[in-house]
């Protein structure tokens, strides 16, 4: 059976952890559904496989169109989209704007947005209201790589303080789940055991209802890793063998 947003819920309840991954295509959509991934997100770390430095090039139309491929390619996972910079951030009428064409034209039974700050609380609030389910992210927020950097967050009692406040505005906004993204673990507790909703973490410790990580990450194809993430295989190197392999059948009249 497809999986909904209330069975997260269900699941902190009963202590059972939330396995998510990132996706971008197809074939990696249906491997990692295949495997038993609950959670599969196209996140806007698709700039990784677009060649992009950061994820704010992201557009909306791109990450519409490696959506609807990711959707093709499962069957039992919750599929969720992130909503790329500047598509959600100006106004309520945009982020519904955003997030409506990303629930119609991609089947995907969620969107990410960023942040916890007072505006965002609104926009959040009022698609929850128009029945969109929000999955909230806070901590390192990639899309203000140039106001945060990529170091971690909630460091200081008065960052802390303002990301455990920020938590508990997005469960009262109506998120069903929350991303914490690299902050210290302690923290991580602190929120996870406040919140009814469950936590997912990358970065922010064993403690959180989830984990996530992105896929090209996992699989070793990222030319760069974050310091947070496990690499369980090195597919770059595996690849370049084979093609390698492959060349040089060819040129030797071998294939």
């Given at each position: 059976m497809p999986i909904n947003t209330q069975q997260l819920k269900q699941w902190k309840q009963q202590g059972r952890p939330i396995v998510a991954l990132t996706a971008w295509d197809y074939a990696i959509a249906q491997l990692l559904d295949a495997a038993g991934v609950d959670l599969i997100l196209v996140g806007d770390?698709?700039?990784?496989?677009?060649?992009?430095?950061?994820?704010?090039?992201?557009?909306?139309?791109?990450?519409?169109?490696?959506?609807?491929?990711?959707?093709?390619?499962?069957?039992?996972?919750?599929?969720?989209?992130?909503?790329?910079?500047?598509?959600?951030?100006?106004?309520?009428s945009q982020a519904m704007q955003s997030a409506g064409r990303v629930l119609k034209e991609t089947g995907a039974q969620g969107v990410k947005l960023e942040g916890g700050y007072p505006a965002m609380i609104d926009i959040i609030s009022r698609l929850v209201q128009a029945g969109i389910p929000v999955l909230g992210h806070l901590g390192l927020t990639p899309q203000s790589i140039h106001q945060l950097g990529l170091k971690q967050q909630g460091k200081t009692p008065q960052t802390a303080d303002l990301i455990f406040h920020q938590a508990i505005a997005l469960e009262q906004a109506g998120v069903f789940a929350l991303v914490l993204e690299h902050i210290p673990s302690h923290l991580a507790v602190k929120i996870t055991k406040e919140l009814s909703i469950p936590t997912i973490g990358i970065g922010a410790g064993q403690e959180c209802n989830g984990q996530i990580l992105?896929?090209?990450?996992?699989?070793?194809?990222?030319?760069?890793?974050?310091?947070?993430?496990?690499v369980y295989t090195d597919l770059r190197q595996e690849i370049t063998k084979a093609v390698e392999k492959y060349a040089l059948e060819v040129r030797n009249h071998h294939f």
């Open positions: 770390s698709l700039s990784v496989i677009l060649g992009y430095e950061t994820t704010l090039p992201v557009t909306l139309e791109e990450i519409i169109h490696h959506a609807k491929a990711v959707k093709r390619g499962i069957k039992r996972a919750l599929l969720v989209v992130d909503l790329p910079f500047l598509t959600y951030q100006e106004s309520i992105v896929t090209s990450d996992v699989l070793g194809l990222s030319e760069k890793q974050p310091p947070f993430a496990k």
